[in-house]
Structure formats: C-alpha cells, structure tokens
C-alpha cells in the first residue's frame, strides 16, 4: 500500500482531476504498490493525453513544477510537479504514446473514499516490457502468477 503521505497528495490530484474533463490514470510503481505489488516508488505517476496538458497547468498552476519536456522517445511531454512534498511525475502523451496505447481496459480502485482510475497490471507489465525496464515486468508477472 502507498504510504499515507502519497495518499493525500494523490487525493488533492485526483480530486481535482476527477472532477474535470481529463482523461487520466495512475501508472508505474505507485500504481502497481496500490494493486498490492511490493514496490518502493518514489514518485506517483499521472498519465492523460497531451491534448489535456494545458488544461491540467491550469489546474495544478499553484503547485511547483519543472519545466515541461519532450520525452526522449516523443511519446509525450511530462514534468515533475510536487504536492505537499510528494514528486509527481506528470506525462501528457500523444496518441501513439505507450501507456495510452496498452490502456485497454482501466481499473477504477477505491482508496480512502476516492475513486483512481488505473492503469490494469497486465497493461503495466506490457508498459514496462516495451519501455525497457524488464525487471520490474517480471515483478508483475511473478506478482500476477501467484
């Protein structure tokens, strides 16, 4: 489970994200920790098509962030944003993005009353196997065969 501080900052984010017209979803470690996979993440990361990204500054303009990048591979521009001490790892992706292509089927999970839409674990271990981080796609499917 993610630890308390990562879940209020993830409530003051999905809160004002499920009550806009963004489309988004939890992703990587934070997002496997919430599903019950033994992981230690350092950041919570948010994903949403790049096409909501200036709708999201404007949501979020009172928290710090880094300067928005293009990702190195040009599936998306992100940036790290903190809430209440917590690092997000923010990624507006294009259309032919890796997370927005293996999104089929998003999970809504409950966490202290708050819906999160998520990213399925079968769909992150499909992420992480196409972006190179093999080992923690074998996390996942040792984590799913159990």
């Given at each position: 489970?993610?630890?308390?501080?990562?879940?209020?900052?993830?409530?003051?984010?999905?809160?004002r994200?499920?009550?806009?017209?963004?489309?988004w979803?939890?992703?990587?470690?934070?997002?496997?920790?919430?599903?019950?996979?033994d992981?230690?993440?350092?950041?919570i990361?948010?994903?949403?098509?790049?096409?909501?990204?200036?709708?999201?500054?404007?949501?979020?303009?009172?928290?710090?962030?880094?300067?928005?990048?293009?990702?190195?591979?040009?599936?998306?521009?992100?940036?790290?944003?903190?809430?209440?001490?917590?690092?997000?790892?923010?990624?507006?992706?294009?259309?032919?993005?890796?997370?927005?292509?293996?999104?089929?089927?998003?999970?809504?999970?409950?966490?202290?009353?708050?819906?999160?839409?998520?990213?399925?674990l079968r769909?992150?271990?499909?992420?992480y196997?196409?972006?190179?981080?093999?080992e923690?796609?074998?996390?996942?499917?040792?984590?799913?065969?159990?």
């Amino acid at each position: 489970m993610l630890n308390e501080k990562f879940i209020e900052a993830l409530k003051v984010v999905a809160s004002r994200l499920n009550n806009s017209d963004i489309k988004w979803f939890l992703t990587g470690s934070s997002n496997c920790t919430l599903q019950g996979v033994d992981m230690n993440p350092s950041h919570i990361g948010i994903v949403f098509g790049h096409e909501d990204l200036e709708k999201f500054l404007f949501l979020f303009s009172e928290f710090k962030h880094i300067e928005t990048e293009e990702r190195d591979n040009g599936e998306a521009k992100e940036f790290f944003m903190h809430v209440y001490g917590v690092k997000f790892l923010i990624c507006g992706e294009y259309n032919h993005g890796t997370y927005i292509i293996v999104n089929k089927a998003p999970l809504k999970i409950k966490v202290n009353g708050m819906i999160i839409p998520c990213l399925s674990l079968r769909a992150e271990e499909e992420a992480y196997r196409k972006l190179g981080m093999i080992e923690k796609a074998d996390m996942i499917k040792a984590f799913l065969k159990k």
